[in-house]
């Protein structure tokens, strides 16, 4: 469509000076191919201003009214789509909020199991981990209440974040790692070159994580679950989740790998990256060193291999990082930066910082009594903790209902099988705080 804008003549104000006129005229042109199209017909006559105004704000309301259903539209999909235990089958979306109802309004409310126990019946095969166990055993949480678990498992655990989990469904996680570098058979070669076969066998090590459980007995009385107001779905996962993941960040950290997984900083992982040269020592005991501390954290940066480096953190605690916020480079710029967006995690030296409140205190070993095994001395992480250690989860959360042992509570025992291990030494590097 072509469009030409004239002004109207000069006209003459009260002093016989002429003037420009103030409002502008549209004399359209409109392609002959183009004007059947248009819903307004101008046949050569000027239109008046207001009355094409009127007709674009029509058409302008219109349009809004249009995207906006639009986006209404997507908005209602896109929820669909992610609420969880949701895979876009409105026959699997059907059958989840039944086993989710049977769940919190028969069981959990009433300690009634009969929808419950029919349901775990009929879906054992393809949606229960685990199996049905009656009411010994307890019930697996509906997959729609069992994976917002695992979301606000994430968020509240921040080392969940940065490890690799692993979900099984056997008793036990085994892996096979190659022992040392250069022990893998590799080259180049053409078509039809020989490939010379590595003398000697390959050096390899099997990896077991056997996970151990992890519970958590939340209690409330029977007169808030007969609440309708009490949000009993709400109240199960914050409970659950928040014990979870108190007691997975403190296993990850230190754990000593009995019924529990086996931490980065127990003696036995600490000695594997000590052996693979990832120990760097302050030079002081308990402190970081008075002149250009910053120094340190890029020799530790450095020590890691490149190919580790993409992907890497820095974990230490909120005291350890106070500290370590204060510190400057060479041209006097801090070497932490603040997250710019929300969700960003916050940098040092470039790299993401996660504050793990289960990490030690860089001071911890003031009194000069830690041993090397004992993991006091070790208050910062640097690695990539995805390569470096992997989480094993169980799949599934079950629930034991017992409203007799705590009288007048009801207790909700929730019970997860959880292992982990460091799996690779090379990728995760310690600063030791030592003379």
Sequence with gaps: MLVAFFMAPCQRDAGGKSRPHRTPILAPYIWATEAASLPIKLKGTVMEMTDLKAAIDDYSDAAENGILDLKERLDMMETKMHRPGSNGSSEASSDDIEHKNAFLNG???KGDDTALRAIESKTLSADISGGISGADGGYAVPKVIDTEIERQLRNLSPLRGIVKVQTIE?????RLLSVGEGNIDSGWVGEEGARTDKVGTPKLEEIIITPGEIYSNAAATQRALDDLQFDAEMWLMEEVAEEF????GNAIVSGDGVDKPTGFLHSTSITSIAAQGGVLSTGVAAAFPAVDPADLLIDLVHSLKARYRKGASFVLNSKTLAAVRKFKDADGNFIWRAGLMEGQPDMLLGY???EAEDMPDFDAD???VATAGDGEEFAVAFGNFERAYTLVDRAGIRVLRDPYTNKPFVSFYAT???????VNPDAL???QFKA
Excluded: C, Q
């Excluded at 993941?245 to 997975?248: K, L, N, P, W």
């Design 107 to 109: 069981f959990i409310r």
């Design 170 to 174: 056997t008793s036990d996680y085994r």
């Design 245 to 248: 993941a108190i007691r997975e």
């Design 352 to 354: 993401p910082v996660v």
């Design 366 to 368: 003031a009194a000069g």
């Design 416 to 422: 997860k099988r959880v292992g982990g291990a460091l």
């Design 429 to 431: 590097k310690l600063l």
